[in-house]
């Protein structure tokens, strides 16, 4: 099934609130091969945020995650992340073309905090994988 045109230019609702505990880093290093002791959250962290945005988005247009392969990902900061922040996503469509049978959707989620903030932006392309089911 191959993904409309007119999801470009379309926002999808805010993620739920995510509390970001010093837990919940460690786990995320952990679960990235490393550790951490404190000072600065990994860079990579918001991933946490833009994948349920992401996950959210997959499951209104009615594509199945393992029809999707990840294919580039990207950061912008406006500060860091820290322990304490309240975090929420909000991912919009920012381009769609197919190739080979293919979909590339570039997607952009703006993470903020509580207070409306903009924190971070993450930029992705997904791969929508067509052809049979397997």
Not at 13 to 37: H, I, K, N
Not at 83 to 96: E, F, I, K, N, W
């Given at each position: 099934m191959a993904l409309d045109a007119d999801?470009?230019?379309?926002?999808?609702?805010?993620?739920?609130?995510?509390?970001?505990?010093?837990?919940?880093?460690?786990?995320?290093?952990?679960?990235?091969?490393?550790?951490?002791?404190?000072?600065?959250?990994?860079?990579?962290?918001p991933i946490v945020l833009a994948f349920a945005a992401m996950n959210d988005f997959l499951d209104d247009v009615g594509v199945e995650l393992r029809r999707i392969?990840?294919?580039?990902?990207?950061?912008?900061?406006?500060?860091?992340?820290?322990?304490?922040?309240?975090?929420?996503?909000?991912?919009?469509?920012?381009?769609?073309?197919?190739?080979?049978?293919?979909?590339l959707v570039g997607t952009r989620s703006e993470i903020r905090d509580a207070a409306g903030a903009l924190v971070c932006t993450a930029t992705a392309t997904l791969v929508h994988r067509g052809g049979p089911d397997e």
């Open positions: 999801l470009v230019g379309r926002t999808f609702p805010a993620t739920a609130p995510y509390l970001v505990t010093e837990e919940r880093v460690r786990e995320f290093a952990a679960a990235a091969g490393g550790s951490w002791q404190g000072g600065p959250v990994p860079a990579t962290f392969v990840h294919g580039e990902q990207r950061f912008a900061y406006e500060r860091p992340v820290r322990p304490g922040d309240v975090l929420s996503a909000t991912l919009a469509v920012a381009s769609l073309r197919s190739i080979g049978g293919n979909d």
